[in-house]
């Protein structure tokens, strides 16, 4: 196992070997099993050459705020790699296209991206600190850990209905299915695709997607806001209690809450002119 630190000596291309040193500035070379990989340095675009690293395990990889060039391209493409942990902290304005193959027991931790961060592979444990960052074709198959501070666009490619998703703060726009979500913080717009359980703490959750279902929503805290979009939509199981709040008025009363409401405290604002039947409501 060695360092390669990306310099760009030669060019922008990842298979040179003159374009790594081994982080001291000695002789490096084109990266290879078990190596860190570090972008840490200098200002060199890194965009082409970019699927040479897509069958090779690399230890980790990481990018610093002081590596302020570009990595991979809306043209160019991405940058594959197979890796452990991958940590992002880029505080330049540069967009950087990653698209790894993350083993099962390590993560991909974006701590901060003044620029966009745009990701596509298999990343099984995904955590979103703060940053901008899109999910174009990401597989999330065990945790999505999304906050403080985050802005996230997730495409409706993704696949994130089989990870245990967990939300504390930040701005995030979902066009994908999701599965079991624990909300804190932030806010959270479910765009298209359907919702799995959802449990609110705090927050707030715009389940805006037109003719889905959300299989049920248990809101304790925060808000449930479904007020914003016309289109319908189906609640399996609606449950409140404590300080939480739920929309139901979206201007066209034909949200349908399928096992009706249960009612333990809180606030919810009902269409206008519609009628309860109170055994839909359970004390």
Not at 96 to 110: I, R
């Amino acid at each position: 196992m060695a360092i390669r630190r990306w310099t760009g000596a030669t060019s922008g291309t990842v298979n040179l070997a003159g374009n790594f040193d081994d982080g001291n500035g000695g002789a490096g070379g084109i990266p290879v099993a078990g190596d860190d990989v570090y972008y840490t340095y200098g200002a060199v675009d890194c965009d082409a050459g970019l699927a040479t690293l897509a069958a090779v395990a690399l230890g980790s990889l990481t990018i610093s705020e002081d590596y302020t060039g570009t990595i991979g391209g809306s043209v160019a493409g991405y940058l594959q790699f197979q890796a452990g942990d991958v940590f992002i902290n880029s505080h330049s304005s540069s967009d950087h296209y990653l698209q790894p193959t993350v083993n099962a027991s390590d993560l991909l931790m974006v701590l901060s991206a003044q620029g966009g961060i745009h990701l596509k592979g298999t990343i099984p444990r995904l955590h979103l600190l703060d940053g901008v960052v899109t999910l174009t074709t990401v597989a999330c198959g065990t945790e999505l850990l999304i906050g403080p501070a985050p802005a996230v666009t997730i495409i409706s490619d993704c696949t994130i209905n089989g990870c245990a998703i967990s939300v504390t703060g930040g701005s995030i726009s979902c066009a994908a299915a999701h599965g079991t979500m624990t909300m804190r913080g932030g806010t959270w717009t479910q765009t298209d695709g359907n919702g799995g359980a959802t449990i609110m703490w705090g927050g707030t959750y715009k389940p805006n997607s037109k003719q889905d279902t959300f299989t049920s929503i248990a809101c304790h805290a925060g808000y449930v806001d479904c007020s914003e979009c016309p289109d319908p939509r189906t609640i399996t199981d609606l449950s409140l209690d404590g300080s939480g709040a739920v929309d139901l008025d979206n201007g066209a009363a034909n949200i349908i809450v399928t096992n009706g409401i249960v009612f333990n405290g809180g606030s919810i604002n009902f269409p206008k002119g519609v009628r309860i039947a109170m055994t839909d409501l359970e004390y």
